[in-house]
């Protein structure tokens, strides 16, 4: 029997209906569609202008079209007598150009669909392509889609051991059930959600998952000690990366060649039910990120998020805010990636240390909302700044960044979480600014550090009406004489420890200060004034940097 036989996997063909249901509508959401749902989708093609070239079976994707615009109902049209599958726009926002994109449909007899309001196109074009790779009906032993763990079970069957089913960061999604034989590892693993922290932390050393992110086919690893072999295969749908299925030995050795052919074709269907999953379980994270925006932001009561949360609405809460990478402004350092990785990161550290909080990307790095403190605010207070402390090392040792964590102040009900969040951003705006030498802060640590950040802020843009020594410099067109001035008033007039700062010789240094910064920029170093400005001045110049003014 072959694989397709065995796990009764259909033709390759996916169709529009089919597509839909493993995407899901938190990422694309029908509109229209006059001819049905059965229509052959064959690829995804992004809209370009400059290239219109449609076919029969293509999903157009019309990123940069306003589906408010009469453009929208022309791309419809074209797309239409091409024969395409359907367009897939923005969300429209209004029912009277919604009703104008589906008389556009009747007329041109292909689909109408919008992206979901909460998700963007690179998440959907990737959605879409990996939906595309993967059997249209994936019926393993009459497995509804998505159902992981009656896909645990059903694969442990065929592989004939006990099988657990992760995600790409080893969190248990779903097993089949335990036999007398499971090894300690396989339990503790399950109890605990993923595996236990010593064992994936060898399998990281020794490069193990390196080796199963780049695999195409099933690894094997032998019997170690009193932990069983093990067949692992990587799910993939198409180039996407869905996470990983493992079968331990239970009670009796596998009979890996079987073992091995039974997983390779199971990794095959998977692909489908991870991918619907996946797609579930991020329309519901983004939700529920999303209640906790509005929270933070000030914009919502906190009556939505309790009830999505568990989180109580009576009870104190407090907000931090932390950020990878270096200076005082912009996003964290990596961008989105990084931010992704540090929102992953800060749950999994939280959890392990008895909190359950949401984490929320910001433009700084990520918010992250504790709620159901002490009622005593003090010992609140206290657990959240030895949250912080704890955080700090091995988060800046995952992303191998700087870690930085502005502690929000405890408030007493959930619905003054906004508060907490703008005491948490002006801490993190101190640390980011200042020289303290601290990797988390209450915002009284850092109170210098804030209060010169907010004059800096209402000077920003104002020239004043003279030409000052800093103008002189920045004119002059070379950074290093900046930074020379910048390093002898950062370190109290004392050239030997700005020397040392910018790593020149100190000979050096107090040359080109006395003998170049001096007379081309006209400054008096003995004035307190004119130390003054120039500071100022050379702090807003390096925040318009950072900004990319």
């Not at 990996?130 to 994936?138: N, R, T, Y």
């Not at 992760?166 to 503790?188: I, K, M, Q």
């Not at 008895?354 to 700084?364: G, K």
């Not at 405890?410 to 303290?436: C, N, P």
């Amino acid at each position: 029997m072959s694989d397709a036989e065995q796990w009764g996997r259909p033709e390759p063909e996916q169709t529009l209906e089919g597509l839909l249901a493993l995407v899901g509508e938190r990422f694309v959401e029908l509109c229209a569609a006059p001819l049905g749902v059965g229509a052959a989708v064959g690829r995804v093609v992004v809209l370009d202008p400059l290239e219109q070239r449609e076919a029969p079976g293509d999903l157009l994707v019309a990123v940069g079209v306003d589906p408010n615009s009469e453009e929208a109902v022309a791309v419809v049209r074209r797309s239409g007598n091409a024969g395409a599958a359907g367009v897939v726009l923005r969300p429209a926002g209004t029912a009277i150009r919604t009703e104008a994109l589906r008389e556009a449909a009747a007329e041109a007899g292909t689909a109408v669909l919008f992206r979901g309001w909460w998700t963007d196109w690179p998440t959907v074009i990737g959605m879409l392509h990996a939906g595309l790779s993967v059997a249209k009906e994936p019926a393993v032993a009459g497995v509804p889609l998505g159902d992981l763990d009656e896909l645990a079970r059903a694969v442990a069957l065929q592989v004939r051991g006990s099988v657990t089913i992760e995600d790409l960061d080893s969190n248990v999604l779903a097993h089949s059930p335990t036999g007398r034989g499971t090894d300690e590892v396989r339990v503790r693993t399950i109890l605990g959600g993923r595996p236990p922290q010593g064992r994936r932390h060898d399998m990281e050393k020794a490069g193990f998952f390196r080796q199963l992110w780049k695999s195409t086919d099933v690894l094997y690893r032998e019997t170690d000690g009193e932990t069983p072999e093990r067949l692992i295969v990587l799910v993939r749908a198409g180039d996407v990366p869905l996470g990983s299925i493992w079968v331990a030995a239970d009670g009796e050795p596998l009979d890996v060649p079987a073992a091995t052919r039974a997983l390779r074709a199971a990794a095959r269907v998977a692909a489908a039910h991870l991918l619907h999953d996946r797609a579930r379980r991020d329309g519901r994270d983004q939700q529920l990120v999303e209640a906790a925006r509005a929270l933070l932001d000030g914009r919502s009561s906190a009556a939505l998020l309790a009830e999505r949360t568990g989180l109580p609405l009576a009870e104190p809460c407090a907000v931090l805010s932390v950020r990878a990478g270096t200076g005082d402004r912009g996003t964290a350092g990596g961008g989105a990636a990084v931010r992704t990785r540090l929102s992953q990161l800060v749950y999994r550290y939280c959890t392990v240390r008895d909190h359950a909080p949401v984490v929320v990307p910001s433009e700084r790095g990520v918010l992250v909302l504790l709620g159901g403190l002490d009622a005593d605010p003090d010992k609140a207070q206290a657990r959240v700044v030895r949250l912080s402390r704890s955080l700090a090392q091995p988060l800046a040792e995952e992303v191998k960044l700087p870690v930085r964590i502005g502690i929000g102040e405890v408030r007493e009900r959930l619905d003054l979480a906004a508060d907490s969040r703008r005491t948490a951003e002006l801490a993190l705006s101190g640390l980011l600014f200042g020289h303290a030498p601290l990797d988390c802060a209450r915002v009284g640590d850092v109170a210098d550090a804030v209060a010169l950040a907010h004059y800096l802020d209402a000077l920003r843009g104002e020239r004043p009406p003279v030409t000052t020594p800093v103008d002189r410099l920045v004119e002059k067109g070379d950074t290093a004489l900046l930074d020379t001035l910048r390093a002898y008033l950062d370190h109290a007039r004392e050239k030997a420890r700005a020397a040392d700062a910018l790593g020149v010789p100190r000979t050096t240094f107090a040359h080109r200060l006395d003998q170049t910064v001096v007379k081309a920029s006209g400054i008096d170093l003995d004035d307190p004034d004119a130390r003054l400005l120039a500071q100022l001045q050379l702090r807003l110049l390096r925040r318009s940097t950072e900004d990319g003014a």
